[in-house]
């Protein structure tokens, strides 16, 4: 099945300083990748879309040099937690979908395994 | 319209029980429903998923239910296991669709 690799799984950093976090499929390319953030005990919130070879589309209240995305290949997209604060301490999750010949059919979400961060 | 609401937040089922989640959508759009299971510091699972031209989908012991009238979609986990003990999602999409729509999420404890 389609596997999604994110690292690291956690991390814990100081105050002012940056952290990425990268998000590769494994067994499939993904043209478009997502990055989510989820506080304890809450959905997941989407803070962005990485678009291979293009700039990432950012939701509304996300700040986009705080949170810098790459998405340089088919199956790596990275993203760089920018002078964190402590406030930047979440769970970040990555999700990717598998691109098909046919554009028409939805495809399962598939996601990875979470990088906890932790600022100082 | 964008929005998934879904039920109850928490559920307590004994072992060998049926659990029951809900959700509902407003945006006639979407037609892609999955289900996604997350244990804790996990990230989220793909568990079941259905479109609209079917009402109900089994796998195991995990079956969706979907009223297309009624915009509502249920997740039925059959002969509950401690092993189930996790945090449910059920989402949406659209056809060509990108981005799924997430529920607020359901925190199901079975206990033995």
């Known amino acids: 099945g389609a596997v999604v690799s994110q690292h690291p799984s956690w991390v814990i950093c100081k105050s002012g300083t940056s952290v990425k976090i990268e998000c590769r499929s494994l067994d499939f390319q993904a043209t478009t990748m997502f990055w989510y953030r989820q506080f304890p005990k809450q959905s997941l919130m989407l803070m962005a879309t990485s678009n291979e070879g293009s700039k990432a589309t950012y939701e509304q209240g996300v700040e986009k040099d705080k949170f810098l995305i790459n998405h340089a290949s088919l199956t790596l997209s990275t993203l760089t937690v920018t002078s964190a604060h402590p406030e930047d301490s979440s769970f970040y999750i990555c999700?990717?979908?598998?691109?098909?010949?046919?554009?028409?059919?939805?495809?399962?979400?598939?996601f990875g395994n979470g990088t906890r961060l932790t600022v100082t | 319209q964008q929005q998934v609401k879904q039920s109850p937040q928490s559920l307590i089922v004994q072992k060998g029980g049926i659990s029951i989640i809900n959700c509902a959508y407003e945006n006639t759009a979407f037609d892609y429903f999955p289900w996604y299971q997350q244990f804790p510091g996990k990230g989220p699972a793909l568990l079941i998923a259905i479109r609209p031209d079917v009402s109900e989908k089994k796998e195991g012991r995990f079956t969706i239910s979907f009223n297309k009238s009624a915009k509502q979609f249920s997740l039925h986990i059959m002969d509950s296991q401690p092993g189930d003990s996790a945090t449910y999602f059920c989402?949406?999409?659209?056809?060509?669709?990108?981005?799924?729509?997430f529920g607020p999420g359901t925190r199901l404890s079975v206990l033995p």
């Open positions: 999700s990717a979908r598998a691109d098909s010949g046919q554009v028409a059919y939805n495809s399962p979400l598939h």
């Open positions: 989402a949406a999409s659209k056809v060509y669709g990108q981005n799924f729509v």
